[in-house]
């Protein structure tokens, strides 16, 4: 068995061993996982190694980027601006982003952004990579450009471009990139070592992603044009998120960088009525409301399976039938992941660096999260 370090209550000494486990069968190269419950910390643990080399040992201070487990993140930042009465859900982008109202979007809503069904799920025109990294450039493009399908009819996975779309209206309304408020009125008051935009004095603290074997898509079902274009307009590469241009930029949707203390950090919040670390900072309604759901597809349109949206979160359905009801979640490519368990006032996250090819957790996470609702409800 692989060592693995840090804290655990001793009712999950199960979930310390199946980490180890993963970590020794090289299911895992390094990882670590966290979890609240009620607010306060039951389990913070991590091992093995920040790199493939197995050059760097994963320590209590390691990050990484988590792809699209930073949508969580995002989506908590609008709810607390929502919760603050600036912003409106149903309220049309236009009203807060005049120049969306472009090619047939003027009556395309916020809540539609969020769910990931606004039809903008991937950029019309080709995009070079650099390209992602100019934010004015890439709201503007997307502000221009027609939807794939009528907003609100559909579910088509915006890997990429929901964190410009959301990212956008907060600033509109904010007067502050996304990252920055997240960092000023989320992550900051909490303590959470949680970025959006890492600054370089972090580098040496990242572990390194490993790409999943043979380049395998971000996308799990059949890859329709509308997956292609998500997935290669600019293409996702795993390397890519070694350099200094990829950590240094605010991609809302994609380069979040922490480890799963600091993502439990901040999601306790959703998973405890709006409170962490002993801070009120939302209202229970203003969390609460990432349950409403937006729109259940039997075929996202990109991710090509069953999926149920809600306000920034996916909500449990036939591939992810969580025990509680009231709970919210999502990953990223690789198979990162956070699970807000409101009814148990649970939240738990699983953060590692060798990807498989998935974007909302695999057996590894989904073991781990077992072994803390197994201990729970047994």
Same mark, same amino acid.
């Given at each position: 068995?692989?060592?693995?370090?840090?804290?655990?209550?001793?009712?999950?000494?199960?979930?310390?061993?199946? =980490?180890?486990?993963?970590?020794?069968?090289?299911?895992?190269?390094?990882?670590?996982?966290?979890?609240?419950?009620?607010?306060?910390?039951?389990?913070?643990?991590?091992?093995?190694?920040?790199?493939?080399?197995?050059?760097?040992?994963?320590?209590?201070?390691?990050?990484?980027?988590?792809?699209?487990?930073?949508?969580?993140?995002?989506?908590?930042?609008?709810?607390?601006?929502?919760?603050? *009465?600036? =912003?409106?859900?149903?309220?049309?982008?236009?009203?807060?982003?005049?120049?969306?109202?472009? +090619?047939?979007?003027?009556?395309?809503?916020?809540?539609?952004?969020?769910?990931?069904?606004?039809?903008?799920?991937?950029?019309?025109?080709?995009?070079?990579?650099?390209?992602?990294?100019?934010?004015?450039? +890439?709201?503007?493009?997307?502000?221009?450009?027609?939807?794939?399908?009528?907003?609100?009819?559909?579910?088509?996975?915006?890997?990429?471009?929901?964190?410009?779309?959301?990212?956008? &209206?907060?600033?509109?309304?904010?007067?502050?990139?996304?990252?920055?408020?997240?960092?000023?009125?989320?992550?900051? !008051?909490?303590?959470?070592?949680?970025?959006?935009?890492?600054?370089?004095?972090?580098?040496?603290?990242?572990?390194?992603?490993?790409?999943?074997?043979?380049?395998?898509?971000?996308?799990? *079902? !059949?890859?329709?044009?509308?997956?292609?274009?998500?997935?290669?307009?600019?293409?996702?590469?795993?390397?890519?998120?070694?350099? %200094?241009?990829? %950590?240094?930029?605010?991609?809302?949707?994609?380069?979040?960088?922490?480890?799963?203390?600091?993502?439990?950090?901040?999601?306790?919040?959703?998973?405890?009525?709006?409170?962490?670390?002993?801070?009120?900072?939302?209202?229970?309604?203003?969390?609460?409301?990432?349950?409403?759901?937006?729109?259940?597809? !039997?075929?996202?349109?990109?991710?090509? /399976?069953?999926?149920?949206?809600?306000?920034?979160?996916?909500?449990?359905?036939?591939?992810?039938?969580?025990?509680?009801?009231?709970?919210?979640?999502?990953?990223?490519?690789?198979?990162?992941?956070?699970?807000?368990?409101?009814?148990?006032?649970?939240? /738990?996250?699983?953060? /590692?660096?060798?990807?498989?090819?998935?974007? /909302?957790?695999?057996?590894?996470?989904?073991?781990?999260?077992?072994? &803390?609702?197994?201990?729970?409800?047994?």
């Amino acid at each position: 068995m692989s060592d693995v370090h840090g804290l655990v209550d001793p009712r999950f000494e199960g979930v310390r061993a199946t =980490l180890a486990a993963s970590l020794a069968r090289g299911d895992d190269i390094g990882a670590s996982f966290a979890a609240t419950l009620n607010g306060e910390p039951i389990i913070d643990i991590w091992g093995g190694w920040a790199d493939a080399e197995q050059t760097r040992p994963w320590q209590r201070d390691t990050i990484v980027n988590v792809y699209s487990t930073t949508k969580t993140m995002c989506a908590l930042t609008a709810l607390w601006l929502a919760d603050q *009465g600036a =912003l409106k859900f149903e309220e049309k982008v236009a009203h807060y982003w005049p120049e969306f109202a472009q +090619a047939g979007k003027a009556d395309v809503t916020v809540a539609q952004l969020m769910s990931h069904s606004a039809g903008l799920s991937g950029f019309v025109r080709p995009m070079q990579r650099h390209e992602i990294y100019d934010w004015d450039l +890439a709201c503007s493009t997307l502000a221009a450009q027609a939807p794939y399908w009528e907003p609100g009819t559909a579910a088509g996975y915006h890997g990429l471009t929901q964190g410009f779309l959301v990212g956008e &209206v907060v600033r509109r309304i904010s007067g502050k990139s996304l990252g920055t408020l997240f960092a000023e009125e989320l992550a900051g !008051p909490l303590g959470a070592d949680f970025h959006i935009g890492l600054a370089a004095e972090h580098d040496a603290r990242v572990a390194d992603l490993v790409p999943p074997p043979g380049g395998a898509s971000i996308t799990a *079902g !059949p890859q329709s044009d509308l997956a292609k274009n998500m997935g290669g307009n600019p293409p996702i590469d795993p390397l890519e998120t070694r350099t %200094r241009a990829w %950590r240094a930029a605010e991609l809302p949707a994609a380069n979040g960088h922490g480890n799963a203390r600091s993502v439990v950090a901040v999601q306790t919040l959703v998973a405890n009525g709006g409170v962490a670390g002993g801070k009120r900072l939302l209202s229970e309604a203003g969390v609460r409301r990432a349950l409403e759901l937006q729109i259940d597809t !039997p075929a996202d349109l990109v991710l090509g /399976m069953p999926v149920r949206y809600g306000l920034g979160y996916g909500l449990p359905g036939p591939l992810r039938p969580f025990p509680s009801p009231n709970s919210v979640f999502w990953g990223g490519y690789g198979g990162s992941l956070v699970v807000c368990d409101m009814d148990l006032k649970l939240c /738990m996250s699983f953060v /590692m660096n060798k990807m498989a090819a998935t974007t /909302m957790g695999d057996m590894r996470a989904g073991m781990l999260l077992a072994g &803390v609702w197994g201990a729970l409800l047994s």
